[in-house]
């Protein structure tokens, strides 16, 4: 069965720091690593995949197999990167996207 | 382009009454998603459809009812609400199994 685990529930850093979103996930096979965000009472919209290898919002994420990961990095956060954010996976077997349980990051002024 | 659109945005019902929630695509999807979100529990799914006609159950489907009569429109139907359905509700479709999923605006769903 596949999983995705976000071990943090919330992330609080101030502007200008460095973020890192965990994801970890389990799959025996090729799996496709997603980042969704939902800002506060919007939809969630997809931040980026692992397959397009792009930063989006200064946003970067890499897929590493050996370790299962595939954290979310930014190298100085903004304010208006606080929003929910969900790592998802969908495998060649099983196409329904799965998500983690999300991340609250909070960016203070 | 409306994308994924969800009716109604929120509503309270009583515990025993039934209700329907409409989620609308026009972008052709083939594949269709009910989620529900709940602080701590992330997004799980309810059901799915793989294309019109056809659903099938994801990891929470009990107490719920879906239809896909339309390619465009997949409902979920509560027959029966219960407390523990106080959530918010997230429609989703995909064009394929290997493109991303768009999302409603979702549905913030009450039973008192």
């Known amino acids: 069965a596949q999983r995705v685990t976000q071990p943090e529930k919330l992330l609080s850093v101030f502007k200008g720091a460095p973020v890192e979103l965990k994801c970890n996930y389990s799959?025996?096979?090729?799996?496709?690593l997603f980042w969704y965000v939902q800002y506060s009472r919007q939809r969630l919209q997809l931040l980026l995949r692992h397959i397009s290898r792009e930063s989006i919002k200064g946003f970067t994420a890499d897929l590493n197999k050996g370790e299962t990961s595939f954290h979310l990095k930014k190298p100085f956060a903004q304010e208006e990167d606080s929003a929910m954010y969900y790592c998802?996976?969908?495998?060649?077997?099983?196409?329904?996207?799965?998500f983690g349980r999300g991340t609250s990051l909070i960016v203070h002024p | 382009n409306a994308g994924v659109t969800q009716t109604p945005k929120f509503r309270v019902l009583k515990t025993g009454q039934s209700m329907t929630l409409l989620c609308a695509q026009d972008m052709n999807h083939e594949y269709m998603y009910w989620y529900r979100q709940d602080p701590g529990m992330g997004l799980r799914l309810i059901h799915y459809s793989v294309g019109e006609g056809t659903t099938a159950k994801g990891e929470v489907p009990d107490g719920y009812n879906v239809s896909r009569l339309k390619k465009q429109n997949f409902l979920l139907g509560l027959e029966s609400a219960a407390p523990s359905q106080t959530s918010v509700y997230f429609c989703a479709s995909s064009y394929s199994r290997v493109t991303e999923a768009f999302f409603g605006q979702g549905t913030r769903l009450t039973v008192v």
């Open positions: 998802a996976l969908r495998s060649g077997g099983s196409y329904i996207p799965t």
């Open positions: 799959y025996s096979g090729s799996p496709e």
